[in-house]
């Protein structure tokens, strides 16, 4: 049996029955265990996640009733049947019998089946087609139209470019553009205060800290205390020392700092339906019934982060989702609530293309 097949199998089953994240699953396995080829698991893992709403779809026309381990098996076998040219279709089938315990004739049906069929994957919609769970695309349909639905949907099929960041002192950080463009956006000066309201692991106060050119200070901020010590361990490795990572829930104000930020960063949490092509077991649990509460908690937020500012400060609130109600509608409620104290400089939705993920930039400048 393949190391790397049975490794693959392991890792998809703990996201399966224990609802882990693909890439701390993928990341803890891989840092524990010897194996071949860790871009083969991780395509295979990954491919699988990705396609897994169609395949699914496509298992079920041979049989009915599969117990979890059967299924993850005939998913990893169909995945390589199709997708994966470097496999034979012999070891892609071999491979899978291994891997069941006592059910390989049965695997070993389903598959010569879809073979002899000429294992064409059939759909009946964009969700299936695509294996994103109907309430995103419903959401997503209804935002953008069927057409950019489509092109969204496309994107989270590919498997994402590594973005690099390269500071002044030519040290590597890992940064997707779209959140460098949201630094951009803000432009922080040397000399300026920063607070970052919501900053772990901490990719944009530290690319704030390089554009400031490691002068003033940055007040980052997180809810837990090992998200905070990664900020500080990765201030430590950059050399930067204008970072203050502390522990705070951003939903209270601290006196202290009130009107005293010439920038703040609101990078604020959200369902991450931009980033459904890193992270593909967001499209197959579709939309959290907690949407609403979340929907509060961004308010809240950007409620409190705005009152860091001073006259004249800047606000950029951003987060990596495509969905309008966490995005143009939040920035919308706020600029009705301080239409006679803050100015929207700029607004901003990017959708996921290349190396970008879908983003939300909005830029909000303290007039009063």
Do not use: W
Request: include cysteine; glycine fraction near 6%.
């Amino acid at each position: 049996m393949s190391k790397d097949r049975k490794a693959a199998y392991q890792i998809l089953k703990e996201i399966e029955q224990e609802g882990a994240y693909s890439n701390l699953a993928v990341s803890a396995f891989l840092s524990k265990n010897e194996v071949d080829s860790p871009a083969f698991i991780r395509e295979l893992v990954y491919g699988v996640l990705r396609q897994q709403i169609l395949i699914d779809y496509n298992i079920d026309l041979y049989a009915k009733k599969i117990k979890t381990s059967d299924r993850i098996i005939l998913r990893m076998g169909i995945y390589q049947l199709c997708f994966m040219n470097s496999v034979s279709d012999y070891a892609a089938v071999n491979e899978s019998v291994e891997l069941s315990k006592g059910n390989g004739k049965f695997i070993n049906a389903v598959l010569r089946n879809f073979i002899r069929d000429g294992k064409e994957l059939r759909s009946d919609s964009l969700s299936v087609k695509y294996s994103c769970h109907e309430s995103i695309v419903g959401l997503l349909n209804k935002a953008y139209g069927e057409q950019q639905t489509e092109e969204i949907l496309k994107h989270s099929l590919v498997t994402p470019k590594l973005s690099e960041r390269v500071n002044k002192s030519g040290l590597i950080s890992i940064q997707g553009k779209s959140s460098q463009l949201a630094v951009e956006t803000l432009a922080p000066k040397p000399g300026e205060t920063v607070i970052d309201v919501c900053a772990a692991p901490g990719g944009k106060s530290l690319y704030a800290a390089d554009l400031m050119n490691n002068e003033g200070e940055i007040y980052a901020f997180d809810l837990y205390e090992h998200r905070v010590a990664l900020i500080k361990k990765e201030a430590d490795r950059l050399g930067v020392s204008i970072i203050k990572a502390e522990v705070h829930d951003s939903t209270a104000l601290i006196e202290r700092l009130k009107g005293k930020a010439d920038a703040v960063i609101c990078d604020a949490p959200c369902s991450g339906l931009g980033t459904i092509a890193k992270k593909p077991e967001i499209k197959l649990k579709g939309l959290s019934p907690d949407l609403p509460e979340l929907y509060k908690t961004q308010a809240k937020i950007l409620e409190v982060a705005s009152g860091y500012l001073k006259e004249n400060g800047r606000l950029l609130y951003s987060t990596c989702t495509i969905n309008p109600r966490e995005n143009e509608k939040q920035i919308d409620a706020f600029m009705e609530r301080h239409k006679d104290d803050f100015e929207l400089v700029s607004s901003k939705q990017i959708f996921p293309h290349d190396e970008y993920d879908g983003f939300y930039i909005a830029l909000i400048k303290r007039t009063h």
